[in-house]
């Protein structure tokens, strides 16, 4: 925590909150990593879990516990919870894990860094097609990540 971060303090006005990040989550068969910085991944994630009315915090458990399986198993089986989307520029393609009808993390397997699955982005979808938004970003940030 930083310095100024006093939890004991009458008046936390002023003080900022401990920073969030997203560690990687270590399983069996994957290492889940944020292609972003953890904590811009964790400020995109409770960003886009701001427009859920019901229960985020709920929405947040599911996908961390979906990520975890991902991690142990090295896939996730139920199709409507982990959907392939369009291709990345190697051919092969990114996936949506959906813990939420509205909430996406959008990640692939790497081929640079073997037993990784990076996750580029949460987005909260108003719709269930994928934005072309959504696929240049992870393009985006698979070409940075990869070196490709």
């Keep these: ?79 409507k919870q982990f959907n392939k989307e369009a291709t990345l520029g190697n051919k092969k393609h990114f996936y949506a894990i959906k813990p939420h009808k509205k909430i996406r993390a959008y990640g692939w397997y790497s081929s640079k860094y073997t037993g990784v699955f990076f996750i580029s982005h949460y987005k909260y979808k108003k719709q269930q097609k994928l934005d072309s938004a959504d696929t240049d970003r992870v393009n985006k940030m698979w070409r940075e990540v990869e070196d490709e």
Excluded: T, W
């Design 1 to 79: 925590m930083p310095d100024n971060y006093n939890n004991d303090s009458e008046d936390n006005s002023e003080q900022e909150p401990a920073p969030e990040c997203l560690e990687d989550i270590i399983g069996s068969k994957l290492r889940i990593k944020q292609a972003q910085d953890k904590y811009k991944a964790a400020q995109n994630l409770n960003n886009e879990l701001s427009h859920v009315n019901n229960s985020p915090l709920r929405v947040k458990v599911r996908l961390f516990a979906m990520l975890e399986r991902l991690a142990e198993d090295g896939k996730l089986r139920m199709p």
